[in-house]
């Protein structure tokens, strides 16, 4: 299994601020990673898929960047709603999520 | 509307079952594989079933091989999990989710069916 290891675990920002999460591979995975968003209560929701590639709907306020073992997601001109857990998943070995970084906007 | 909407979950003691259930809508179900995904209280995404549009291929994660069995019926566009000798550490949100077939990540969730295990 490749195991996800995200960071950090929480973060705060104040509204309108940047958050930048790092997502690390156990091994190389490419580009094959993605990330989702889970508000409380909710489902998780597709945000980014190839490392880049923004799912449909998503604000260009989400950006995924990077490849191989190091990936970030980065979100600018935060907004109250964006507070969440985000999780990374790899599909390049069979699928594995990191553990999630939790994201309060503040 | 596209969704997905899960069902059947509740309380149950251990080592006994539970049928879940996923209703496809506003897609063509038999263009897609699908996966049931949980979440234990608190805890991160678990991965544990997948099968392919016409279930000749079919995957279970080491946690539930054995105990659990997915399955689907095209034509009433539904998902189905049977989950069978179950423990306290299967209590969790149950989700049904889609993939893209060619790329194993996950475009279209439903809301989640609680499962909880205890005496």
């Known amino acids: 299994e490749v195991v996800m290891t995200q960071s950090p675990a929480s973060l705060s920002v104040s509204p309108g601020g940047r958050a930048t999460l790092s997502c690390r591979a156990g091994?190389?995975?490419?580009?094959?990673l993605a990330w989702y968003q889970q508000k409380p209560g909710q489902a998780p929701r597709l945000l980014i898929y190839?490392?880049?590639t923004r799912a449909t709907g998503m604000p260009a306020r989400f950006r995924g960047s990077g490849s191989g073992t190091e990936f970030t997601l980065t979100i600018s001109s935060l907004h109250s709603e964006d507070s969440a857990v985000y999780y990374c998943q790899q599909y390049d070995h069979w699928l594995s999520f990191g553990q999630g970084t939790k994201l309060e906007i503040k | 509307e596209v969704q997905l909407v899960e069902s059947g979950g509740g309380l149950v003691q251990p080592g006994g079952s539970l049928r879940l259930s996923c209703a496809a809508s506003?897609?063509?179900?038999?263009?897609?594989?699908m996966n049931w995904v949980r979440q234990a209280p608190g805890k991160g995404l678990e991965w544990i079933s997948y099968t392919t549009s016409w279930s000749k291929t079919i995957y279970y994660a080491d946690s539930v091989k054995g105990r659990f069995i997915i399955s689907r019926d095209n034509a009433r566009n539904s998902l189905y999990l049977q989950m069978n000798s179950l423990r306290a550490e299967d209590t969790a949100m149950y989700y049904c989710?889609?993939?893209?077939?060619?790329?194993?990540?996950?475009?279209?969730w439903g809301r989640g069916t609680l499962v909880t295990v205890s005496s």
């Open positions: 091994q190389s995975v490419g580009t094959n």
């Open positions: 506003g897609f063509s179900f038999t263009n897609y594989s």
């Open positions: 190839d490392a880049s």
């Open positions: 989710a889609r993939d893209r077939g060619s790329d194993w990540y996950f475009d279209l």
